[in-house]
DNA sequence: ATTTGAGGTGAACAAATGAGCACTACTTTT
DNA sequence: AAAAGTAGTGCTCATTTGTTCACCTCAAAT
């Protein structure tokens, strides 16, 4: 059962009154649909609703002004938090920066960006965030798909979360330097510290100044 | 002027308006809300709606079906604009506090603001955020001091994280609705689930759409 | 004692709104 | 070529729903 296939049409009228709903706190009529469709007729705008609840996409109820509700199926998730499975390598996508910075690694795909109120922090231009992959940071309220807010001009301590690079891979952890030792401690049980050995092989991106996640 | 001065009646009609937009995704009619507070005219309910209006509770549409909006002026803050002209930002206030562990009540101190560029978020432009106080979400990663992005229109399922009021004050828990019950559920193993028996001193002031966590 | 305001009834009415039919046009599938 | 699916028009019709009026009750204020 295909269900789930719209056309674009279908797509555009779904997406409207799900903006409809957002900025009005209420649900269109049929009429209000068709205006923005220019569709003359009830009834067309009615065939499309009507589609769109066939495929489990809208709930309507029957004789009411405006009883469109829409049926989000996606997610479905639990209460609970995801301990998931072992995913041993935090790699980091960029997701975008907030001034220009100093240009760091590889994929440049910027999505997005972030501005700190200057009031609320005294943050440097120069902060950037990424994308969290894998959980060994867990413990430290930092998940996967979180966004983290570095600041490469800050200097990092013993306790401090960075972002450093070993090799070619950038991962979060906190940072610790004891006895010329480096070591790159994860906030979760399930994983062992790292230790440098080969300095060349690693350096520190940044620190974490913040976190940021999205739900839904 | 003591616009804000709700009798009870008035209160219980804009608690169950509330709470049937929440449950349904559509405001009620004159009707819908007659019944369920045993008014059998229509004209009675409108004087309440009216009563609201004009106390700055509600916002009604004329001759609109279910064209109530709620003005949320609890947590409304007038000092903040929501767009930033200029660079074309959303900017998110900072309202107060939240609390995670046994609820506090939310002070009405903006703090600052945060901004988010509007191509990385879909959120409603209504969307303020509130401080964290208590440590009843750190297993999902919600720790004191976090600032958490609330929308206040968003509809609620099972499962979603939520700022909910309970009388006079607000706490941030897993919002679960089965079989009839309400239930708030922390996540942390030292706490409790609450118990929602009386639902006119409960309402959700919005879905949780957001955390974000500032370190040092 | 009178006025005022909150809260309510019952009925009538107009506007808003959803439901449905017959028919057209176009594209894709069979 | 025929059938099916999508998209739409114009038009009814029945409900739903908001608006309004005259009148009532009760408690608090003047």
Known sequence: ?????????????????????????YPPTLREIGKRFDISSTFGV????????????????????????????????????????????????????????????????IEG???????????????FALKVKGDSMIEAGIFEGDLVIISP????????IIVARIEDEVTVKVYENRNQQIRLIPQNKMYEPIVIKNKNEFSIVGKVTGVLRWLN
Chains 1, 2 share one sequence.
């Open 1 to 25: 059962m295909d269900k789930k296939q719209l056309t674009d049409r279908q797509e555009e009228v779904l997406n409207f009154i799900q903006q409809f709903l957002q900025e009005n706190g």
């Open 46 to 109: 009615k065939r499309h609703l009507d589609a769109l609840t066939k495929k489990g996409y809208l709930n309507i109820l029957s004789n009411a002004s405006r009883g469109i509700t829409i049926t989000r199926n996606e997610f479905e998730s639990p209460t609970t938090i995801n301990i998931d499975e072992v995913n041993n390598i935090n790699k980091i996508p960029i997701v975008g920066r907030v001034a220009a910075g100093s240009p760091i690694t590889a994929e440049e795909n």
């Open 113 to 127: 960006s972030i501005v700190i109120d200057p009031g609320f922090l005294k943050k440097d231009a120069d902060s």
């Open 153 to 160: 001009k800050a200097t990092s301590v013993s306790g401090d």
